[in-house]
């Protein structure tokens, strides 16, 4: 399995960012897939998940800014990120299950004026 995140960097208070998650070694279609977190200091956290038919669940914290999707026919998740904020900086991380968790290499987002 591997998954590699990309579209991470500096942003301003307010502004947006989209990621992207290529996976392979699975098959997407049946795979719920996620995104995670992790600022420094702080332990690891979930921010989206969806389901491989779609349905989307967020952190209360991202709920009505960040969106995630996906293509099944791209093997590929995303996370659009809107109205980002300072404490949304963090190390984001693609993720998988499938017996275990499996981790992408991550990409910063940092959000700073």
């Known amino acids: 399995v591997q998954l590699v995140e990309s579209g991470g960097g500096l942003v301003q208070p307010g502004g947006s960012l989209r990621l992207s998650c290529a996976a392979s070694?699975?098959?997407?279609?049946?795979?719920?897939m996620a995104w995670y977190r992790q600022a420094p200091g702080n332990q690891r956290e979930l921010v989206a998940s969806?389901?491989?038919?779609?349905?989307?669940n967020y952190a209360d914290s991202v709920k009505g800014r960040f969106t995630i999707s996906r293509d099944n026919a791209n093997n590929a998740v995303y996370l659009q990120m809107n109205s980002l904020k300072p404490e949304d900086t963090a190390l984001y991380y693609c993720?998988?299950?499938?017996?275990?968790?499996?981790w992408g290499q991550g990409t910063q987002v940092t959000v700073s004026s």
């Open positions: 993720n998988v299950n499938k017996s275990t968790d499996y």
């Open positions: 969806i389901t491989p038919g779609g349905t989307a």
């Open positions: 070694g699975i098959i997407f279609r049946f795979r719920p």
